[in-house]
């Protein structure tokens, strides 16, 4: 498999939630808890969200929520906000290596 | 402050070589593994390589095994890249990051990342 699948994209209102999904098989995201997700922002570095399936790391707001089901795995933006609208990746360990999601660009309507 | 910062971007030929360097501060580089993950022009990430904190295995994927070289110097506080047999579709801004847990098993949760350094190949 030479990525995890993402949909291209996704879209709420502010305030609204949104929930992107991230579908492994039982090799990855099936196989263990080892799930994190990033946002990038347009020209920028990406950014840690959610790791150990989800947990956050210090900073992020608990508008950001993870969680996994078999072989795919869930981030939930709570109460969107303008400033949410970027693209999102997901990642999975695997055997020793990482396999990174196709990426969801998600939009504030 | 934690910091990373990759340098050795360029343009190189088909079939070429180049050397990344990312130059580590901030914090204890000898405990963290490291990774090099790339983005195309437009496209999504995709996770080149990695290497462990003191022990320095090196894990690379599909796409670039055999042709690409990831190593550490904890006395300098670099990570490199070498990069052989370039490609066009090797194309990409390069960006080094830091595992967020210390020791040497890599959960890849990156926790910092660098700013970047783009790689063109072309004739």
């Known amino acids: 498999q030479s990525a995890l699948t993402q949909p291209p994209s996704a879209s709420g209102s502010p305030g609204q939630s949104v929930t992107i999904s991230c579908t492994g098989t039982s090799s990855d995201i099936g196989r263990h808890n080892y799930v994190s997700w990033y946002v990038q922002y347009p020209d920028k570095a990406p950014k840690l969200l959610i790791y150990d399936v989800s947990r956050r790391p210090s900073g992020v707001p608990d508008r950001f929520s993870g969680s996994k089901s078999g072989s795919t795995a869930s981030l939930t933006v709570s109460g969107l906000q303008a400033e949410d609208e970027a693209d999102y990746y997901c990642s999975a360990y695997v055997g020793s290596r990482a396999l990174i999601g196709t990426g969801t660009k998600v939009t504030v309507l | 402050e934690v910091q990373l910062l990759e340098s050795g971007g360029g343009l190189v030929q088909p079939g070429g070589s180049l050397r990344l360097s990312c130059a580590a501060s901030g914090f204890t580089f000898k405990n963290y593994a490291m990774n090099w993950v790339r983005q195309a022009p437009g496209k999504g990430l995709e996770w080149v390589s990695g290497i462990s904190a003191s022990d320095y295995i090196t894990f690379y994927s599909d796409s670039v095994k055999g042709r690409f070289t990831i190593s550490r110097d904890n006395s300098e506080k670099t990570l490199y890249l070498q990069m052989d047999s370039l490609r066009a579709d090797d194309a990409a801004i390069y960006y080094c990051?830091?595992?967020?847990?210390?020791?040497?098993?890599?959960?890849?949760?990156?926790?910092?990342w660098g700013k970047g350094t783009t790689v063109t190949v072309a004739s």
């Open positions: 990051s830091k595992d967020l847990f210390l020791g040497d098993f890599h959960y890849y949760y990156m926790d910092v």
